[in-house]
């Protein structure tokens, strides 16, 4: 989604004091590559974050093909940039989620 319509979606959340819920799809890029892209939205009050490996295409195949996946570091490459926005500026607590409709889609997972 371009930055322009996710602006309008932050008005229109803003009007009625609304949680917005960025859910990100990598694809082809990285978590790390995503996260720190949305900064300026993920460190407003009311925004919090959702990481989805359904369309992370590690190989370069087509988002869609096959089912995606995150590695631990991914996961933990989103923990820690959350981790350093709230050392670096006071924010309040919020949620992040991760969606995985089965441990297949995170390797490394013990980690």
Do not use: C
Not at 16 to 34: C, K, M, P, W, Y
Not at 39 to 68: A, T, W
Not at 75 to 80: K, R, V, Y
Request: hydrophobic residues 45%; without cysteine.
């Amino acid at each position: 989604m371009p930055f322009h319509q996710v602006d309008t979606i932050m008005d229109w959340a803003k009007q009625i004091n609304a949680l917005v819920f960025v859910d990100i799809q990598v694809g082809h890029s990285t978590v790390r590559e995503e996260v720190t892209a949305l900064e300026k939205y993920l460190q407003l009050p009311n925004v919090h974050l959702g990481i989805d490996p359904e369309f992370s295409m590690k190989n370069g195949e087509r988002p869609g093909s096959k089912i995606g996946t995150f590695s631990s570091d991914d996961i933990n490459d989103a923990i820690d940039i959350l981790a350093n926005w709230f050392i670096k500026i006071i924010l309040l607590p919020r949620y992040w989620w991760y969606i995985a409709l089965h441990r297949g889609m995170v390797t490394g997972y013990e980690k």
